[in-house]
């Protein structure tokens, strides 16, 4: 299974509400991240979980809140969000880990969760 | 601050002609770069890594090229086909590390 999975693929939500995004992959990665899409702009880092610790934190706000419960799954966590946290929200996934082979370090995206706050 | 380039934000080309997609960095000395494809509403998807002692790098119609001294790496689809019609993204590692910071894409349309 060479896949990363994200539910859901939509989510509307309303400036007060908690809702969590979710990520799975079971190709046995050590690696695990979450990045931020806004229309025609790429990918942004927000959060990268290494042997289910977090390493790094790109200042994200904190009413973005990551967990990493076991190692294929990844949760993000979503309290009081403003409209312009609408985007995608794409998780991935690698083998490779900072300091490792170079060989490893391709990342498995999943297909996203589409975010509208409202 | 680091900094990643992609010349041209759009690309169109016709069938059957190789395509051509640049990708420059300023104030970074990456060890490895790779390069992704894009299609709307989906997550980006690994096409090549090419290492910062590495040249170019090849995988079926793809190439990548990468000048550490001209701070680019080219990347070439050959004999294009419709179905190539994505954008590209190439991305670098910060540090030693794995987290990426991606070029803001090419958008490649190739005519029938």
């Known amino acids: 299974d060479t896949e990363v999975t994200q539910t859901p693929k939509h989510l509307v939500m309303g400036m007060t509400n908690k809702k969590s995004l979710k990520c799975e992959q079971h190709m046995g990665h050590r690696a695990m991240y979450w990045y931020k899409q806004k229309a025609k702009k790429p990918p942004e880092l927000m959060f990268v979980?290494?042997?289910?610790?977090?390493?790094i934190n790109e200042s994200v706000p904190s009413r973005f809140s990551p967990e990493c419960p076991n190692s294929s799954l990844l949760n993000l966590h979503l309290h009081a969000l403003q409209p312009e946290d609408s985007a995608l929200y794409l998780c991935?996934?690698?083998?490779?880990?900072?300091?490792?082979?170079?060989?490893?370090?391709?990342?498995?995206f999943g297909p996203g969760t589409r975010l509208t706050v409202l | 601050s680091q900094k990643i380039e992609q010349n041209s934000e759009a690309l169109n080309i016709q069938e059957g002609k190789t395509a051509t997609l640049t990708c420059n960095y300023t104030n970074y000395s990456p060890a490895y770069l790779q390069w992704y494809r894009q299609d709307p509403g989906r997550g980006p998807v690994f096409l090549l890594l090419i290492r910062e002692n590495e040249k170019e790098k090849r995988k079926e119609r793809l190439k990548v090229t990468f000048d550490t001294t001209l701070k680019q790496s080219l990347f070439h689809i050959t004999a294009s086909q419709p179905a190539d019609s994505a954008t590209y993204l190439c991305a670098l590692a910060r540090q030693a590390g794995t987290a990426l910071i991606f070029g803001k894409g090419t958008t490649l349309s190739v005519s029938s």
């Open positions: 979980y290494s042997y289910e610790k977090l390493s």
């Open positions: 991935a996934s690698s083998q490779g880990v900072a300091g490792g082979p170079l060989d490893y370090n391709e990342q498995f």
